[in-house]
């Protein structure tokens, strides 16, 4: 029809581009249907279109698993996790507060896929999460020069939380010690914070090579944070498969 032509192409210079390029089948009027409210739908599939492409946007740009949600997680096979624990995640109300939250637990407990699905419930809320491993973190902080790190850090600064995966799983120096605390501390009351670490605080001490620093690092992260010890047998052993069968 000439008069949707005509709208694609205002719709174009207005930029209303999923309109423009029709993105989805254009809304056929409603019998009796004042001109208004079909305006109104049309701009409605535009907002629609636009939010599916955002949070694809943010997805990828996380680096978090998307098939790491709550719904896939079984809070019965770990102790430390309940399922009130949960609910209470999944509603955000933390987040409004600026609070952080660590899991501590070895290998297999669910630390990593729980710190995702925290990641992938905001960024259904419509805000921005970035996934990172700590070691690579500190690689980015350490490396001041770097433009590409820069970039990175400039992004995740921007996001409403920075999951910080596997801490404590190899040693790191004394100056990549005290970039990760300058980190925390730029974050505090900015970003929240969501680690997952196989270390007790207890033992921090050895992995940053400083005691003294250590407890200046965890005083600044549990200010205002949920510590979530988990303890159960490694998912992956429950569930390891084997190449011959019986």
């Given at each position: 029809m000439k008069e949707?032509?005509?709208v694609k192409a205002i719709a174009k210079k207005l930029g209303l581009y999923n309109i423009a390029n029709g993105?989805?089948?254009?809304?056929?009027?409603?019998?009796?249907?004042?001109?208004?409210d079909y305006f109104v739908r049309i701009l409605q599939q535009e907002q629609m279109q636009r939010d599916v492409k955002a949070r694809a946007r943010r997805q990828s740009n996380s680096r978090l698993d998307n098939e790491m949600t709550f719904d896939s997680f079984e809070t019965r096979a770990i102790k430390g996790i309940m399922q009130w624990h949960v609910e209470e995640f999944e509603k955000l109300k933390w987040?409004?507060?600026?609070?952080?939250v660590i899991f501590i637990g070895q290998a297999g407990?669910?630390?990593?896929?729980?710190a995702n699905a925290i990641g992938n419930q905001v960024i259904a809320s419509g805000k921005k999460v970035y996934c990172v491993n700590f070691n690579e973190l500190l690689i980015w902080l350490s490396?001041?020069?770097n433009k590409t790190y820069r970039s990175k850090l400039k992004y995740i600064r921007e996001c409403s939380v920075i999951v910080v995966d596997e801490i404590g799983y190899l040693?790191?120096?004394?100056l990549q010690a005290l970039?990760?605390?300058g980190f925390v501390k730029e974050c505090e009351s900015k970003v929240s914070l969501v680690m997952t670490t196989n270390k007790e605080f207890r033992e921090w001490g050895d992995l940053v090579g400083?005691?003294?620093l250590a407890t200046a690092i965890i005083d600044r992260l549990t200010h205002k944070c949920q510590v979530i010890g988990l303890k159960g047998e490694s998912y992956r052993l429950r569930f390891h498969q084997n190449i011959f069968q019986r």
């Open positions: 949707i032509s005509s993105d989805y089948e254009f809304p056929k009027p409603i019998p009796k249907e004042k001109h208004i987040l409004e507060k600026m609070f952080n407990t669910g630390k990593t896929h729980l490396e001041t020069d040693p790191i120096t004394r970039a990760f605390y400083d005691e003294m």
